[in-house]
C-alpha cells in the first residue's frame, strides 16, 4: 500500500528544511505521497503532527528550529514534551528534528547541520514506517548521530 508521510515545519526556522525533507522522502520512497504542514513555530508543531496523523498518515517527521535564549529553549522542552504526547497518544512515530541555533559558530555550519539531520531523520521515518520495527536493528549499538559524524560504537 501506498505510504503517507507528514511533513511539519515552521516559519521560525531560518532554513527551508521542510523541502529537503520532502525530497529526501521521496527519493527513499518514490511511491510516497507526502502532506506538508507549515505553523509559526516549535509549539504549534505537536497539533500539526497530530491533525496530520489524524488525516491518515502513517508517521511524520517535525522540523523545529530553536532560538539561543533561555526562553526559546523552554519552548523547546515544552514543544518535546508536546511532540512526545502526540506519539503515546496516537501509537505512531513523530520524529522530532530540532535544530539549536547554539549548536555552531556560523550559518554555513549551521545549514551543514541541518541539511545532515533532515536527511539521516527523513531516511530513519521512512524505514521505520515503511521497513517497520526491525529496519534499523542492524545499526544498533553503532553510535549514529544526526547532524554530525558519528560518535561510532565503543568496541571491547
Ligand atoms: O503559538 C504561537 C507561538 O507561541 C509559537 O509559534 C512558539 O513556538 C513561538 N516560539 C516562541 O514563542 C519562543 O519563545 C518559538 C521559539 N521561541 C523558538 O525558539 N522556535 C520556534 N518558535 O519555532
Ligand atoms: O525523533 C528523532 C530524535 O529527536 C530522537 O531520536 C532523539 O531522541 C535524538 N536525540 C537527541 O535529539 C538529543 O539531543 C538523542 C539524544 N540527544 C541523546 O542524548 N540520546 C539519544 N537520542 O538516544
Ligand atoms: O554530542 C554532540 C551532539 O550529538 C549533541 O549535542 C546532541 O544533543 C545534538 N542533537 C540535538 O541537539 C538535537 O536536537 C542531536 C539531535 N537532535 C539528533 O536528532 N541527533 C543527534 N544529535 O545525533
Redesign the pocket.
Known sequence: MRRKYGVADTTFSRIDMGAIAIKTITKEDPDAEIVRYTVPGIKDLPVAAKRLLDSGCDGVITLGWVGKSMLDKYSYLAASIGLITTQIITSKHVID????ED?AEDEEQLKNIAID?VTK?SINLVKLIRDGKNSLTPFAGKGL????GNAGPIED
Open positions: 528534528v530540532t535544530i539549536h549548536e539531520r531523520h548521530r544526526q547532524g554530525y
